[in-house]
């Protein structure tokens, strides 16, 4: 069982940054690829970002890429996704997610363990 816990979410304005984090419970949490994704109000989760299980591949929502950074350090068992030039669109609850797989995929059913979420408000 992998517990995760996401932190870092606020109220920031159009333009600006916030950094999320994802804590693990569990030293498996290295052996496998890790995800965030973010739910907006009335619509279905959608993928934001993946990395795989040693960090060498990442992969990013067509919406965030040049703007979102994924990474992970596994001697911390953490996860972070660095979000530059926020915009309203991109107000959600996010979550990070551990996959079943080494490489990380854009599905959220390729995913069995989650976090609870994290709310980001960008205002504009």
């Known amino acids: 069982q992998v517990q995760l816990v996401e932190s870092g979410g606020g109220l920031v304005q159009a333009g600006g940054s916030l950094r999320l984090s994802c804590a693990a419970s569990?030293?498996?949490?290295?052996?496998?690829?890790m995800g965030w994704f973010r739910q907006a109000t009335g619509k279905e989760r959608e993928f934001v970002a993946g990395i795989s299980w040693r960090g060498g591949t990442t992969n990013y929502a067509a919406s965030v890429k040049d703007r979102f950074s994924i990474s992970r350090d596994n001697t911390k068992n953490t996860m972070s996704l660095q979000m530059d030039s926020l915009k309203p669109e991109d107000t959600a609850v996010y979550f990070c997610?551990?996959?079943?797989?080494?490489?990380?995929?854009?599905?959220?059913?390729?995913?069995?363990?989650w976090g609870q979420g994290t709310q980001v408000t960008v205002s504009s």
């Open positions: 569990a030293r498996s949490f290295s052996t496998v690829a």
């Open positions: 997610a551990a996959a079943r797989t080494r490489l990380p995929s854009g599905w959220p059913k390729e995913y069995d363990y």
